[in-house]
């Protein structure tokens, strides 16, 4: 499988090799969106800059991420470590008027893993009604959709979004979506039917209630684990002038409750919630983006209580610009000042026994230096620090340290 996502690489540079030996005035990149038009964590899948290829429908993209690391747990350091994180291809045609198509796909660490995240086609009949078919990214939050590393001024993903919800989290399915401008404002909606989550959420290595475990199930894009559909709704609602807000709600059966006609079990369901939003504070230009999520999960009585049934956790990033100029040679660069914060409690409520809180929870704090040459790359440096208790409150362990490294569109 690897040899043939490698072929698919070479094809994808040869191809336009081939052309700019006759002529590179073929090529023509296609920028970020950064009209006045208003756009929504909706548009995000397609909000990417392209190179197209003269006249032709097919256009290329992708981002790369690297760095550097020195982090501590508790005192305990393996040293500088150098890392690429992800190399991620897009793919996307205009196949004829109102139907078009678009795929990523991402190499993780090399190609330890290789992920197909999002193929599909998408078919407008009008701007408030569009059918997209194939691979879908499931609209949880607002991270799952709007992902890409050089958006952020952050090395790591978010906690909540990758260990509480399982980040870049795509199943093979159905749904509608669309938008609707009016003014200073917008709506957008989104609904899917997909394949989802499976048993693996309370049968892991983590020994804990786990969404983003079902990632492992590679099946999930040809067939259910149980049969049952994986629904998915979100809507937004944008003012120009002020911010961005979401609502989604993520929910179905995830185990297999029956084995040829067999009962074995009860429906067991897993139900989602989560609202994000992200604002630019006037005046100061302060860019605020985060989400919240709550996890509820119908867990077997059978089971111990480390095995949370309600989960929560989220985020938020503050970013601020303080020096906007040529630098380097860089025309409009931009040097920001960030920080993050991030709480997770993988198991909300008391012990059965005692009445005492489950304290099983993450908190941490991430402050950054980020320069952007353009929208498209940027250098970030980031400190890490977090306090992750276990269930039972003992004395938090404390993780430390630095990141440095660099992400860009190509």
């Known amino acids: 499988?690897?040899?043939?996502?490698?072929?698919?690489?070479?094809?994808?540079?040869?191809?336009?090799?081939?052309?700019?030996?006759?002529?590179?005035?073929?090529?023509?990149?296609?920028?970020?969106?950064?009209?006045?038009?208003?756009?929504?964590?909706?548009?995000?899948?397609?909000?990417?800059?392209?190179?197209?290829?003269?006249?032709?429908?097919?256009?290329?993209?992708?981002?790369?991420?690297?760095?550097?690391?020195?982090?501590?747990?508790?005192?305990?350091?393996?040293?500088?470590?150098?890392?690429?994180?992800?190399?991620?291809?897009?793919?996307?045609?205009?196949?004829?008027?109102?139907?078009?198509?678009?795929?990523?796909?991402?190499?993780?660490?090399?190609?330890?893993e290789i992920s197909l995240e999002f193929a599909a086609l998408d078919v407008e009949f009008n701007p408030l009604l569009n059918l997209r078919a194939g691979i879908i990214l499931n609209p949880i939050g607002a991270f799952n959709q709007n992902h890409d590393g050089p958006k952020w001024e952050f090395i790591d993903r978010p906690i909540s979004a990758t260990q509480l919800l399982p980040a870049t989290w795509s199943n093979a399915g159905f749904g509608l979506y669309g938008k609707k401008y009016s003014g200073k404002w917008a709506?957008?909606?989104?609904?899917?039917?997909?394949?989802?989550?499976?048993?693996?959420?309370?049968?892991?290595?983590?020994?804990?209630?786990?969404?983003?475990?079902?990632?492992?199930?590679?099946?999930?894009?040809?067939?259910?684990?149980?049969?049952?559909?994986?629904?998915?709704?979100?809507?937004s609602i944008k003012n120009k002038k002020y911010a961005e807000l979401g609502f989604s709600y993520m929910g179905g059966v995830y185990n297999k409750f029956e084995i040829d006609g067999l009962a074995i079990d009860k429906k067991r369901g897993v139900h989602?919630?989560?609202?994000?939003?992200?604002?630019?504070?006037?005046?100061?230009?302060?860019?605020?983006?985060?989400?919240?999520?709550?996890?509820?999960?119908?867990?077997?009585?059978?089971?111990?209580?480390?095995?949370?049934?309600?989960?929560?956790?989220?985020?938020?990033?503050?970013?601020?610009?303080?020096?906007?100029?040529?630098i380097f040679g860089f025309d409009n660069a931009v040097i920001n000042i960030a920080c993050r914060l991030e709480y997770v409690d993988w198991n909300v409520g008391n012990f059965n026994e005692t009445g005492g809180n489950i304290a099983e929870n993450i908190v941490s704090i991430s402050p950054a230096i980020s320069f952007r040459t353009s929208l498209q790359t940027v250098f970030r440096l980031n400190f890490k620090r977090s306090l992750q208790t276990d269930l039972f409150g003992n004395p938090p362990s404390l993780l430390g340290g630095f990141q440095f490294g660099l992400s860009s569109y190509f």
């Open 1 to 112: 499988m690897k040899n043939i996502y490698l072929i698919l690489i070479s094809n994808l540079f040869l191809f336009p090799s081939a052309f700019s030996q006759n002529d590179s005035s073929l090529f023509k990149q296609i920028p970020i969106d950064t009209s006045s038009k208003m756009n929504l964590n909706v548009d995000a899948i397609y909000n990417r800059p392209f190179l197209n290829f003269g006249k032709s429908p097919v256009t290329l993209g992708g981002y790369f991420e690297t760095n550097f690391q020195h982090i501590s747990n508790n005192g305990i350091t393996e040293g500088l470590q150098f890392q690429a994180r992800r190399l991620t291809l897009f793919v996307a045609s205009s196949i004829r008027n109102r139907i078009k198509f678009l795929c990523e796909l991402e190499f993780e660490d090399g190609t330890k």
């Open 187 to 235: 709506f957008s909606y989104e609904l899917y039917l997909s394949n989802g989550f499976d048993d693996k959420i309370i049968s892991n290595e983590s020994n804990r209630t786990d969404l983003s475990a079902s990632k492992k199930n590679t099946a999930r894009f040809e067939e259910s684990s149980n049969g049952e559909p994986l629904y998915t709704g979100k809507i």
């Open 272 to 326: 989602v919630f989560a609202i994000d939003f992200n604002s630019t504070l006037p005046k100061l230009n302060t860019y605020l983006v985060g989400e919240w999520a709550w996890v509820f999960v119908d867990v077997p009585k059978t089971y111990t209580q480390q095995y949370g049934r309600q989960q929560q956790g989220g985020f938020l990033d503050i970013v601020q610009a303080i020096i906007k100029r040529k």
